[in-house]
């Protein structure tokens, strides 16, 4: 439960073998007229989810390059992180009544927030609607403002938008992670899928014996097929419709079910749906729910490759990193065919997509009795991850980015 030290951020040169010279060597080109620009990157918070994880491997790998790039998080009480988890769900379509007592909860943290920061740098990234409301600096600086949302806003709901539509505004650019999710905007929009780092602890390649030492500890059978969800315990993710899934596939096929979930600093509901989780589940032994802290990437990533088959049941879905590392690592993937999935899961190509907790079950139950299918897709979905949703591109992406918000405010003082 204490945090180990994290290790050191692994650098340009490591990823060699991985993408190749070629790739590593773009990157330094693409950077070669960036050199002492400075980036400022905004979210609300340093542990938990995978915005923080980008955040914690993108900045150092961007310093790297000599384009200098800094990480504040941003603060606030229960309160203003109950009203922000409500704008979240309310974004992804969830009902919800906007109160003016959320509105003033919300304006006065970022107020908070604003008078504390500065913004001295070139370009300024705000992470998702949390901090949004910083951008009512943007007057006072030389900055180029983006807007970067990792989250699905194909049926937002109304109140919630119109209420934060008028400080997305006044950015020079929003970032989507998937093309339904842009909206109409007055600035350019761009697309950025979101990205893991394959040199991470939760990435890395793991010898046998420490994926066996691991599942040991938590009681799991390897020699067993295991089905595995990995997400914070959260609503949207549908962590009950995976365990009745799973209880459907398991009157026809043998399987345990391993439910990997934490919480995020900036999410509240996490102990709730955690009880609610276990409710379902019972007593049967073959369900082992795992509450691990934020920094236990390693244990994830030996128990992802331990799995015999990984699933993300969610009902919405900014994009779905937990989806990424498992295609990585070769695994056959089920996924909802919602929010940025499809982008990843190309079905019977990449993965296979569901609609329904039937349809989970049903995938289920065919991928373990068709086993050189399921490793196809595994393969494929490994390949489709390094073409598109590695660190590197990423980096490549907020270079390109970068590069062309400069040459748009040279043009503007010319």
Known sequence: ?????????????????????????????????????????????????????????????????????????????NDFFEVTKAFHNALHGNKYELTKAAQEIFLMYNEQNRARLEFGEDMVVIHDPQPLAQVRSRDKTSASWVWRCHIDLSNPNQQVWEFLRPFVERF?????????????????????????????????????????????EFGIDRSRPIVTQVSRFDRLKDPLGV??????????????????????????????????VKAEAGKDPDIIILDLPPWCGLEINAIQRASTIVVQKS??????????????????????????????????????????????AFQIRYLLTHPEFARQIGLSGREHVKENFLITTNVKRWLLLFRILEEAKARRGA
């Open 315 to 360: 009902l919405k879905e900014g994009f779905g990193l937990t989806v990424t590392e498992a295609l990585w690592k070769g695994k056959p993937t089920i996924g909802s065919a919602v929010g940025g999935i499809p982008n990843q899961i190309i079905h019977k190509l990449t993965g296979v997509l569901v609609h329904s907790v039937e349809g989970c």
């Open 243 to 276: 365990v009745q899934a799973y209880k459907l596939a398991k009157k026809y096929v043998d399987c345990q079910l391993v439910m990997v979930g934490g919480g995020a600093n900036d999410d509240p509901e996490g102990a709730a749906v955690l009880q609610e």
């Open 1 to 77: 439960m204490t945090p180990p030290a994290p290790p050191p951020p692994p650098h340009l040169d490591d990823y060699n073998g991985i993408i190749g010279q070629a790739q590593v060597d773009a990157l330094s080109f693409l950077a070669r007229d960036l050199k002492g620009k400075t980036i400022k990157m905004v979210n609300s918070t340093a542990l938990g989810g995978g915005v923080a994880e980008m955040l914690n491997r993108l900045v150092p790998l961007l310093s790297e390059l000599e384009v200098p790039s800094h990480w504040d998080v941003i603060t606030g009480g």
């Open 172 to 216: 020079d650019a929003a970032i989507f992670s998937s093309q339904p999710f842009a909206r109409q905007l007055p600035m350019p929009q761009y697309l950025f899928y979101p990205c893991i780092d394959p040199l991470s602890e939760k990435n890395k390649e793991l010898p046998d014996v420490l994926v066996q030492k691991i599942c040991d």
